[in-house]
């Protein structure tokens, strides 16, 4: 059984950086399409951020393209996620995803439906 642990969260004041880890436990010989989604109160969880199996494929949801940076290291089962220049928007809580398909290495998937695990998520706090 999969499971993702997602640490990093905080307090941070507006224009900080943070990053977010996202370990994968079980099957950690398989790498597989991973993805980082928040939610903000009141509001449905959206998709941030996602990479391939391979690593060299990224796709990120606009109001993000240019401060934050998803990546997955090559000696380890887990993605990251850089945030720079945050703003009170950014604050939410943020999840990292799995998406359990052994296909295509270049595939990134933005649609939460496409995700099989979930992690329990870590809380970024931006104050103005």
């Known amino acids: 059984q999969i499971q993702l642990v997602e640490s990093g969260g905080g307090l941070v004041q507006a224009g900080d950086s943070l990053r977010l880890s996202c370990a994968v436990h079980g099957q950690t010989f398989t790498r597989y399409a991973m993805g980082w989604f928040r939610q903000a109160p009141g509001k449905e969880r959206e998709f941030v951020a996602a990479?391939?199996?391979?690593?060299?494929?990224?796709q990120y949801v606009d109001s993000v393209e240019d401060r934050f940076t998803i990546s997955r290291p090559s000696d380890k089962n887990a993605v990251y996620l850089q945030m720079n220049n945050l703003t009170p928007e950014d604050a939410a809580v943020y999840y990292c995803g799995l998406v359990a398909k052994t296909g295509e290495p270049y595939v990134v998937y933005v649609g939460r439906g496409a995700y099989d695990f979930w992690g329990q998520g870590t809380q970024v706090i931006v104050s103005s």
């Open positions: 990479i391939s199996r391979s690593g060299e494929a990224t």
